[in-house]
């Protein structure tokens, strides 16, 4: 198997005494997209939360396990550091209304601290713009809000914002959920030449099998907290072995 960008022991996750997640073993292959599947209630945003610790700003949360990102232990390294190595894209659109498309873009990478000048920051920019798919349809009007795109355009101008700050890794929580399936497309090959030209790291939750088997090269099948079967996409889609992913896979959950 490909060297792990993620390694995960044992994660379980109580949240205000009720079990999430209860000992989840797995592994994110490096420069892969790993769909993270399964019906809603499952654990699969927890999981995410957990990876670049937004489950510490939750109340009355429990977090137990190891969780290894390049061979650290995440819990172990200082927060901010942690989430420098993802980028995040949730699943409805959140552009940062008072700020320009342009702006959008720069913020991730000013706070990262990634471009020097003003000219490295404008091809931050750019480059973040192409590689969500949407510098073609924004180039003129960098200026305009972010609320004259439409929601697709939106939800592409926050994967351009995740990218700015030059993630090793990208995290995305259904993300094409509240848009139109030509957004949805765009966005779907933007993750796939990210992976093949950036070498990129995605783990991408989905509740949607068709959207697993087209745009992943390893499944993660969640179900009540637990991962029930993991691997390659292939072996996955032609053969699971068990029942809930073919029951999953078939659309009856």
Not at 43 to 49: A, D, I, P, R, S
Request: charged share 25%; aromatic share 6%.
């Amino acid at each position: 198997m490909i060297s792990p960008a993620i390694e995960v022991k044992g994660l379980r996750v109580r949240i205000s005494g009720k079990d999430i997640l209860k000992g989840v073993d797995l592994r994110v292959p490096e420069a892969t997209i790993t769909a993270i599947m399964g019906p809603s209630g499952s654990g699969k945003t927890t999981f995410l939360k957990v990876l670049n610790r937004l489950i510490e700003l939750v109340d009355d949360v429990e977090v137990s396990g190891e969780v290894r990102v390049y061979g650290s232990n995440i819990f172990d390294m200082d927060v901010y550091k942690v989430r420098r190595l993802f980028g995040m894209v949730f699943q409805t659109p959140n552009p940062f209304p008072h700020l320009s498309i342009y702006d959008n873009v720069a913020i991730g990478a000013k706070v990262n601290n990634v471009a020097r000048s003003r000219k490295e920051l404008d091809e931050i920019v750019r480059w973040a713009l192409e590689k969500a798919m949407l510098w073609d349809e924004v180039k003129n009007r960098l200026h305009d809000p972010p609320w004259r795109l439409s929601g697709g355009q939106q939800q592409r101008l926050c994967l351009a914002r995740a990218l700015a700050m030059k993630p090793r890794i990208l995290l995305l929580d259904e993300p094409t959920a509240n848009i139109d399936p030509v957004n949805t497309a765009q966005l779907e090959d933007a993750l796939r030449a990210l992976r093949r030209d950036e070498n990129i790291t995605v783990a991408i939750v989905t509740h949607m099998p068709h959207q697993a088997i087209r745009v992943s090269d390893y499944i993660v099948m969640f179900y009540d907290g637990r991962v029930v079967e993991e691997g390659p996409t292939g072996e996955i889609a032609i053969s699971p072995r068990e029942d809930i992913t073919r029951r999953f896979l078939r659309g009856e959950m």
